[in-house]
């Protein structure tokens, strides 16, 4: 992945495939990318949510777990972008 921000659709996935899915993202992320944006919804709960805020928040490769522009969306920092 070559992308200054990557965004991974998780709509539809059980906890399980999300997990592995962003999983998979992190680990082909190189030095490009500084930002992973996690389209999960809202609208069917946020099951999806509260997990990547509960275990990727301490992820060797995340600095931070943020909100993003809206409540679909979860947006994990790798790095500052100057």
Do not use: P, W
Not at 26 to 35: I, P
Not at 52 to 78: A, C, P
């Amino acid at each position: 992945m070559n992308s200054a921000v990557i965004e991974l659709d998780l709509h539809g996935l059980s906890l399980d495939e999300a997990r592995d899915a962003i999983d998979d993202a992190l680990r082909h992320c190189d030095m490009s990318v500084y930002r992973v944006r996690l389209i999960h919804g809202f609208n069917n709960g946020t099951a999806i949510r509260d997990m990547i805020f509960r275990e990727y928040r301490y992820h060797m490769k995340v600095m931070r777990v943020v909100g993003g522009q809206n409540r679909g969306q979860t947006d994990l920092v790798l790095r500052e972008y100057y």
